[in-house]
C-alpha cells in the first residue's frame, strides 16, 4: 500500500430536496487495498459512488483520483482518469452478447488510450476467462440469472482497464461457491494493484475480504477502520442491529 | 406608440391563444406521462369540425361551438386515450413519441381527405365586425375574448389540479402510478378525464386561430407553437407555461410588426419566430442527470445481420428490379425509382434512431440539403453531386446535433422538429445570398431543376437502367448500414442507447458520439436527397417539409428500425401505395390515413414487420430442395408474364402465393424435423423465437390447457 489514497473524498454533502443523503462524507481507497462501504439500505452508499463517477453533483466537497481534483469534471473523463464502476442496478448493455458487453468497453479504453495494436477480442476472452463467464458468453446478457449478471459488470469494469474499481453489491444474487470465487477475484485484484471499494450487505464477504471497512447511516460517517474493529464498534451495532443490543 | 400598443394587445390575444393550446399539452402530460406531438393536428380538426357544423351545415354559432368543445373534442380524446394512449403504459418513450406523431400523421390525412384543401373553409370571428377602443387601440371582441377564456382556463386548471380530488389523483398517478391505484385511486379514470380536457382545450385554440390563421391543415403546426410555451414551462408549471405563451404572442406580434415583410430575407422569419423561441428554450433547458434504463425493459431484439444474408438479399433486390424493369412502363419504372431514393434517405434512420436511439424528425430537411446540393454542383448528374450532397448534409447534421446534444427523448424529437420548421418556413425560402467567399444557393424562391445521376455505361434517357442504378445505390447504403452494425461503433450506439449511463462511466465521451451519429445519418438523408432529387426532376422545398419527415419516420419504425429492410419497406409503402392506387381509385384516400394508422397499432408489435417476415421466412434458408423449386417456380412465372400468358396483376399475387407456400412447407417440414436442438439450450446459444415458445407449449403441454 502506497501512503497517498489513490481515492480521496472530502466532506461531500448531497441534498434531494430536503433529504440529506450524504453530509460531509469523507471516504479513501488505497492502491492495493479492497475499501468496505457498508450501512443500511438508504444510508447513501449508492449516491457515494454517483458523486465519485460525476453521475451526482455534490452540494459541497472534494473528489480526488490520485491527487488530481475530478469533482467537476464529466463522467467520461473520470473513467479515463482510471476509475471504473458496476451498478446496483444492473447497467448492462441488454441488446448485446456477454462478450460483446465486455468487449465495447475494451474497445472505449483502447480508443481514448490510441493504442491501435490492442486487439478488444483478445481482451473480452481475458476477462471472461478471468471472472468465469466461459460457459455463457455468446448468451445475450438479459438472459443470465442476476449472479452471472453482475459478473459481467465487473468483467466489464475491468475491461477499461481501471485503477479504481467501485462494486456496488456485486455479490448479491450469487450462491455460497460464486461468492467464495469472487472472494478470491477480489483479492487477486487488489494484489495487481487496484484500488477496489465495495459496498456489499453480505458483511461475512466484506470483514474477509476487506482492508478498511467505512460504516455509512443515514448520510454520516458512523466508523473507520479495520474489519476487526468496525465488529466490536458499540455505534455501527447499534445501527445495524438497533438499541438494546450488546 | 400607437403602434407598439396595438400590436402589445394583438401579441397578449395570440398569447391567450397559444396558452390554451399549451396548458391543453402540459395537462395530458403531467398527468399521463405522453407527449402530445398531435395536439396541433387535434386543434386544427377541431376547427375543421366547428367548420363543418357552423358553415357547412347551418348551426348556430354557440351551438356549434359548445357541441365540439364540450361533446365532439372531449369524445375524441376519451377515444384516443382507450383505444391507443392506455396501452402505452409502460413501452419506451420512443414507442409513445412514434404512436402520438402517428396520430398527427392519420389526423393530416384525414383532415385532407374529408375537407379538401383545395376548396377554402373560411370563419368569421365571434361577433364579427364588433371592436372596442381601449385607449388609443381598437381591438376586436374576438379577441379580448380569447384573452379572457385564456386566463379563466388558467385558473380553472389551476383549482382543478391543486383544490379537487381528482386533480389531487392527476397529479400522483405521475407521481407514482401503483401507488395511487393502491390507495384507491382511479389512474385510468384522471387519464381519460386529462385527456379529454386537452383534446377541448386544443379544439378551443384551433376555433380561436382559425379565422386569423386560415383553416387548412397548416393550422396544425400554428398549434406546434404552443409546444414552445409548453417548453418553457418545463412541460409541468402552468403558470410558466402561460408566461411563456405571452412571451411567444409578443414575439410574434412585434415581429409582424417591424419587420419589413417586403424583403425576401426576413419574410419567412416571422413565421419562424415560435420555433426560433421553442430553439432556444429547450437548448436553455436545465442539464438532466444521464439517464441509466428506464424500469421496464422493452422486448426489443437487434440481431447481428451476417454478411452472406445481407449480401444475398441486396442481390435478390437487384435482380427482381431487373426483372420487373422488362415487365412495368417507363413511368412507373419513374415512380419505383423514388422508392430507392426514399428508401436511402429511411436508411440514414437506421443507424439514428434504431441504433443510437436518437429519434429525428428532421431527415426529410437533410435530404432536402442534398438535394440542393445536387442540384447546383451536381449540374450534369455527375456522381461527385452525391458526395457534395453528402458533405453539405453531413456538416449540417452535426450543426444541428451541436446545441441540441444534451437533449434526448421528447426534447430531442421537439428539437429537431423545430429546426426542420424553421427550414421549411424560412430558410429553404431564402433568395441566393453569400457568407464570406462562399455563395449559397437554396431553392431560389421556387423549384430548381436537379440533373438525374448520370453513371458511366448506362443510357441516361432510359428511366428503366436509371431505376437499377438507384437499386444498386440502395444496396451499397444498405451494406454501409450493415457495415456499421457489424463495427464497433455499431456496438457503441447500441451500448448508449441501452444506457447511456454506463457508457460515461466506461470512458465513451457521448456528446461526440452522438454528434458522429448525427452527422453520418445526416450525410445519408443527404445523398438520398440527392438522389430523390434526381427522380422529381425539379425540386420544391415542400418536397422536404417537416410533414414529410413524419411518415418516413413512423414507417421506419413500423418496418422495424434496427434493421436496413425497414428502409425498402418504407420506401415501398411511400411509393408501392400511389402505383396501387393509380389502379384502384379510392385506395388514393386510404393511402393518405394509412402510414399514421400503421404507426398507431406499433404498440403491439415493437420489433417490426421486418424482422417479422425475416423470422417467417428464416425456415427457407435451410431448406435447399424448397428453395431450389421456388426459384424454378419464379422463372417459371416471369417466363409466362413474359409470354404475355399472364397479366401483371395475376403474376404478382401468383409470385406471393408461390412464396407463402414454399416458406409453408419449409416450415412444416423444419417442425418435423429431428436435429433440432434440445430446448433447454435454446436461448443460451441463440435468441428465443416465436416458433420455440410454441415448441416450449407444446411439450409442456400449455396449448391443450390454454383450449
Known amino acids: ?246 | 406608440m400607437d403602434k407598439f400598443l396595438a400590436l402589445t394587445f394583438a401579441g397578449l390575444c395570440t398569447g391567450g391563444i397559444y396558452a390554451i393550446a399549451a396548458s391543453g399539452l402540459v395537462l395530458t402530460y403531467t398527468t399521463t406521462g405522453v407527449f402530445n406531438f398531435a395536439h396541433g393536428a387535434i386543434g386544427m380538426l377541431g376547427a375543421f369540425m366547428y367548420w363543418q357544423l357552423h358553415v357547412h351545415w347551418g348551426m348556430p354559432t354557440w351551438v356549434a361551438f359548445l357541441a365540439v368543445l364540450l361533446v365532439i373534442a372531449p369524445a375524441f380524446g376519451a377515444s384516443l386515450e382507450l383505444g391507443i394512449m392506455r396501452r402505452l403504459q409502460g413501452t419506451s418513450e420512443a414507442t409513445q413519441l412514434v404512436v402520438t406523431v402517428s396520430v398527427l400523421a392519420a389526423s393530416l390525412g384525414l383532415a385532407q381527405w374529408l375537407w379538401s384543401p383545395q376548396e377554402a373553409h373560411p370563419l368569421s370571428h365571434f361577433w364579427e365586425g364588433n371592436k372596442i377602443s381601449i385607449g388609443p387601440v381598437i381591438v376586436t371582441w374576438h379577441s379580448v375574448f380569447a384573452f379572457i377564456l385564456a386566463i379563466a382556463i388558467a385558473l380553472g386548471l389551476r383549482l382543478l389540479l391543486f383544490r379537487t380530488r381528482s386533480g389531487i389523483t392527476m397529479r400522483a398517478t405521475v407521481d407514482d402510478r401503483p401507488l395511487v391505484t393502491l390507495n384507491g385511486g382511479k389512474p385510468d379514470r384522471s387519464a381519460l378525464l386529462a385527456w379529454a380536457i386537452g383534446c377541448s382545450l386544443a379544439a378551443l385554440a384551433g376555433i380561436l386561430a382559425a379565422p386569423d390563421q386560415g383553416l387548412s391543415p397548416v393550422l396544425a403546426l400554428l398549434i406546434v407553437n404552443a409546444y414552445a410555451a409548453a417548453v418553457i414551462g418545463r412541460l409541468r408549471s402552468l403558470p410558466l407555461t402561460f408566461l411563456g405563451a405571452l412571451i411567444l404572442g409578443l414575439a410574434d406580434a412585434y415581429g409582424t410588426g417591424y419587420i419589413n415583410l417586403q424583403n425576401d430575407y426576413l419574410n419567412g422569419f416571422r413565421s419562424a419566430i415560435p420555433i426560433i423561441i421553442l430553439f432556444v428554450a429547450l437548448i436553455a433547458m436545465p442539464q438532466s442527470r444521464l439517464r441509466g434504463h428506464s424500469a421496464a425493459r422493452s422486448r426489443e431484439r437487434m440481431p447481428m445481420p451476417s454478411w452472406g444474408g445481407s449480401l444475398v438479399a441486396c442481390g435478390c433486390v437487384v435482380v427482381v428490379t431487373a426483372v420487373i424493369t422488362t415487365m412495368i412502363t417507363d413511368s412507373n419504372a419513374l415512380t419505383l425509382t423514388r422508392v430507392f431514393a426514399v428508401g436511402v434517405i429511411a436508411l440514414s434512420l437506421v443507424p439514428l434512431v434504431g441504433y443510437a436511439g436518437n429519434i429525428s424528425l428532421c431527415q426529410m430537411s437533410f435530404a432536402g440539403i442534398g438535394a440542393i446540393t445536387m442540384a447546383h454542383l451536381g449540374a450534369s448528374g455527375s456522381p461527385i453531386g452525391l458526395v457534395w450532397a453528402a458533405f453539405a448534409a453531413g456538416i449540417v447534421g452535426a450543426l444541428v446535433a451541436l446545441p441540441t446534444l444534451r437533449l434526448s427523448g421528447i426534447y430531442l424529437a421537439l428539437a429537431t422538429a423545430a429546426f426542420a420548421v424553421v427550414l421549411d418556413e424560412w430558410l429553404f425560402n431564402l433568395p441566393n445570398f453569400n457568407i464570406g467567399p462562399f455563395d449559397v444557393k437554396l431553392f431560389e424562391l421556387g423549384s430548381v431543376p436537379v440533373a438525374r445521376l448520370h453513371v458511366p455505361l448506362v443510357d441516361p434517357a432510359s428511366q428503366k437502367s436509371f431505376l437499377v442504378v438507384l437499386a444498386v445505390v440502395f444496396c451499397v447504403c444498405a451494406l454501409l448500414v450493415v457495415a456499421i452494425r457489424r463495427s464497433y461503433f455499431g456496438e457503441r450506439l447500441l451500448a448508449m442507447k441501452d444506457s447511456p449511463a454506463a457508457c460515461a462511466t466506461l470512458g465513451l465521451n457521448l456528446r461526440f458520439t452522438k454528434l458522429a451519429v448525427f452527422a453520418l445519418s445526416a450525410a445519408m438523408a443527404g445523398v438520398g436527397g440527392a438522389l430523390y432529387g434526381s427522380t422529381l426532376g425539379t425540386v420544391t422545398p415542400d418536397r422536404f417539409s417537416f410533414f414529410e419527415s413524419l411518415p418516413l419516420l413512423l414507417l421506419a419504425v413500423v418496418g422495424g428500425i434496427g434493421t436496413a429492410g425497414s428502409a425498402l419497406f418504407t420506401g415501398l409503402v411511400l411509393y408501392g401505395i400511389p402505383l396501387v392506387s393509380a389502379s384502384v381509385v379510392w385506395f388514393a384516400n386510404v393511402g393518405r390515413v394509412l402510414p399514421g394508422a400503421m404507426g398507431i397499432g406499433l404498440g403491439k408489435n415493437p420489433n417490426g414487420v421486418v424482422p417479422d417476415v425475416a423470422e417467417q421466412l428464416s425456415p427457407l434458408r435451410r431448406a435447399t430442395g424448397i428453395l431450389v423449386a421456388l426459384i424454378v417456380a419464379i422463372v417459371g412465372l416471369v417466363i409466362a408474364a413474359k409470354l404475355d400468358l399472364l397479366e401483371n396483376w395475376p403474376f404478382a399475387f401468383a409470385v406471393t402465393g408461390v412464396f407463402v407456400a414454399a416458406s409453408a412447407v419449409a416450415d412444416r417440414r423444419r417442425l418435423l424435423g429431428e436435429d433440432e436442438e434440445p430446448l433447454e439450450w435454446v436461448g443460451v446459444d441463440r435468441a428465443f423465437t416465436s416458433d420455440d415458445v410454441r415448441r416450449l407449449d407444446a411439450e409442456l403441454g400449455l396449448e391443450k390447457v390454454a383450449r
Open chain 1, 1 to 246: 500500500m502506497t501512503d497517498a489514497p489513490l481515492l480521496d473524498v472530502r466532506g461531500v454533502t448531497v441534498r434531494f430536496g430536503g433529504n440529506v443523503a450524504l453530509h460531509a462524507v469523507d471516504l479513501q481507497a488505497a492502491a492495493g487495498g479492497i475499501t468496505g462501504l457498508i450501512g443500511p439500505n438508504g444510508a447513501g452508499k449508492t449516491t457515494l459512488f454517483n458523486v465519485i463517477c460525476g453521475l451526482q453533483r455534490p452540494e459541497a466537497g472534494l473528489v480526488r483520483i490520485d491527487g488530481r481534483d475530478v469533482t467537476g469534471m464529466l463522467p467520461y473523463k473520470r473513467a479515463r482518469a482510471g476509475l471504473a464502476r458496476t451498478f446496483q442496478r444492473l447497467e448492462l448493455f441488454t441488446l448485446l452478447s456477454v462478450r460483446s458487453n465486455i468487449r465495447v468497453a475494451a474497445d472505449i479504453e483502447r480508443r481514448h488510450r490510441r493504442d491501435r495494436a490492442a486487439d478488444p477480442n483478445r481482451v473480452a476472452d481475458e476477462i471472461i476467462e478471468r471472472v468465469g463467464l466461459t460457459e455463457v458468453a455468446d448468451a445475450r446478457v438479459d438472459q443470465l440469472p442476476t449472479g452471472l449478471a453482475r459478473l459481467v459488470e465487473v468483467g466489464r469494469a475491468l475491461a477499461s482497464k481501471p485503477r479504481l474499481l467501485l462494486l456496488d453489491e456485486p455479490a448479491s444474487g450469487q450462491d455460497e461457491s460464486e461468492t467464495r470465487a469472487f472472494a478470491v477475484l477480489l483479492r487477486e485484484l487488489a494484489t495487481d494493484g487496484l484500488a477496489v471499494v465495495l459496498v456489499e450487505h453480505d458483511v461475512q464477504l466484506v470483514f474477509r475480504v476487506c482492508d478498511e471497512v467505512c460504516v455509512l447511516d443515514f448520510g454520516h460517517v458512523l466508523a473507520v477502520g479495520p474489519p476487526a474493529e468496525i465488529q466490536r464498534n458499540d455505534a455501527v451495532v447499534t445501527a445495524y442491529l438497533g438499541e438494546g443490543v450488546t
